[in-house]
Nanobody, 125 residues
Framework: QVQLVESGGGLVQAGGSLRLSCAAS????????MGWFRQAPGKEREFVAA????????YYADSVKGRFTISRDNAKNTVYLQMNSLKPEDTAVYYC??????????????????WGQGTQVTVSS
């Protein structure tokens, strides 16, 4: 059983930056591809970014490509999401997830087994 705890959310002005962290425990972190998803009020949970076990390959939603960067530190059992040039439409609860998705399914939230409780990100205009 893997436990995931996100942190780093908050209120920021448009154009600002935030760095989210997700600390994992209870499992072999380095064996899990990791993903970040977000959910805005009234909307479905959507894929943001993912990273494979070694960190050598990353995936991004088109809406965040070039602005967000996912990374991981397997020695610290932590995955990060650096968010730059934030926009009001980035406002959402951000969740990290762990699982064993295939490359074809890495963007699908149903492919992940473990989820954190989420951290709120609010971007003001």
């Amino acid at each position: 059983q893997v436990q995931l705890v996100e942190s780093g959310g908050g209120l920021v002005q448009a154009g600002g930056s935030l760095r989210l962290s997700c600390a994992a425990s209870g499992g072999t972190f380095s064996s899990y591809p990791m993903g970040w998803f977000r959910q805005a009020p009234g909307k479905e949970r959507e894929f943001v970014a993912a990273i494979i076990t070694s960190g050598g390959t990353t995936y991004y939603a088109d809406s965040v490509k070039g602005r967000f960067t996912i990374s991981r530190d397997n020695a610290k059992n932590t995955v990060y999401l650096q968010m730059n040039s934030l926009k009001p439409e980035d406002t959402a609860v951000y969740y990290c997830a762990a699982g064993h998705p295939s490359t074809d399914n890495i963007r699908r939230y149903g492919s992940y087994e473990y989820w954190g409780q989420g951290t709120q990100v609010t971007v003001s205009s």
